[in-house]
């Protein structure tokens, strides 16, 4: 037992310096660790304030004919002849159809016979044969039967209403032309597109339409152009919205005179709203909250970083606009931005390219 209890108080006597060395190791190391949570954080910052910017709305659409017309007579009847083929060339007023049919030979047999009566009755009233009433009965049937066969024979003569390109035809010579609506439609013998100008027609959403207006710039890019930009205006815009799909439409018109774009190709719109100005921040600034779509940023005040929530807008380039959150001249964490905390101490130290 007395060996036993030497032996403990030998090992006592070689731990209890440890011991004391290690407690007053951790005491210390406590005083440093709390020195370390106060330590100053060095960050670099940059100062915000209003920019000028000019913000833009991006769309998708199909390019489309300036105008475009299905074209059929006023009357039913035989296809006599087509002056025109698919792709052909016509300016307006140019012959493009002409039609037979029983009412413009019936209309014409009527014309030539009272046109025979006419000449007739104007011979004798010179020599004084009939009387004036007379004459007048037969000149009244005669401008009848004028301006009756005339409007049949412009009926028949199908004439282009605008320049434009033929597109399509659905009649050939010797068919017969109806009045009853077919598979295209309205019942036509050929479509008519105008290519010059073109136009797209986009959909703006309830948010997006106070900033659509009548005479804004828009710039249109198609995938068979890369690289190319056209330019083009907003025409005119829907003033109501439609009940399915809670958009407005708007026409973008683009001039066309090299015919480059072509009706059915799938277009990008980008339209420029008026300037205004903004805060705008870099982007390494901006930080988001973990699993939320919450944004914020730490702005340095007095050397205390404080957290600010940020409602953001548009993109311009590297910024990005700040609705709400930030006011002109606030000084904005850059670098250094991940070991801070609402409250912490900064020391702002110089960014190298100020240096």
Request: overall charge negative; some cysteine; glycine content about 10%.
């Amino acid at each position: 037992m007395r060996t036993s209890r030497k032996y403990v108080a030998r090992i006592a006597l070689l731990v209890l310096p440890f011991l004391a060395a290690f407690a007053g190791g951790c005491g210390g190391g406590g005083e440093e660790g709390a020195a370390e949570v106060t330590e100053s954080v060095p960050v670099e910052t940059v100062r915000v304030g209003l920019e000028s910017v000019t913000p833009s709305i991006s769309y998708s659409g199909t390019v489309s004919a300036g105008r475009e017309a299905l074209l059929g007579a006023q009357i039913q009847g035989r296809v006599e002849k087509l002056h025109v083929d698919i792709g052909d060339r016509v300016k307006q007023g140019d012959i493009l159809v002409e039609m037979a049919g029983e009412q413009l030979v019936q209309a014409k047999a009527q014309f030539v016979v009272a046109e025979k009566d006419w000449e007739r009755m104007t011979i004798l009233l010179e020599k004084g044969a009939v009387t004036q009433q007379s004459f007048d009965k037969i000149d009244a049937a005669y401008q009848a039967a004028k301006a009756g066969y005339q409007m049949i024979l412009e009926s028949a003569q199908i004439r282009a209403p605008f320049t434009g390109v033929v597109s399509r035809r659905f009649l050939e010579e010797g068919e017969v032309f109806t009045l009853m609506p077919t598979a295209a439609g309205s019942p036509a013998i050929l479509e008519l597109m105008q290519l010059d100008p073109v136009k797209i027609t986009i959909e703006a959403s309830e948010r997006e339409r106070p900033f659509v207006r009548k005479g804004l710039d828009a710039v249109v890019e198609v995938d068979g152009y890369p690289g190319r930009e056209f330019r083009g205006t907003v025409s005119r815009v829907a003033p109501s919205f439609d009940p399915m799909s809670r958009t407005a439409s708007a026409v973008v018109v683009i001039s066309n005179k090299d015919e480059t774009l072509r009706p059915g190709m799938v277009a990008d719109v980008t339209l420029s709203l008026p300037a205004r100005e903004a805060i705008l921040i870099p982007r390494d600034a901006l930080m988001r909250q973990e699993g939320t779509g919450t944004f914020f940023a730490y702005v340095v005040e007095d050397g205390i970083a404080g957290r600010r929530v940020l409602e953001l807008g548009s993109a311009f380039g590297p910024g990005i606009e700040v609705v709400s959150g930030l006011a002109d001249g606030d000084d904005i964490v850059t670098a250094g931005r991940y070991r801070l905390y609402d409250g912490a101490e900064v020391t702002v130290r110089e960014r190298e390219g100020d240096r």
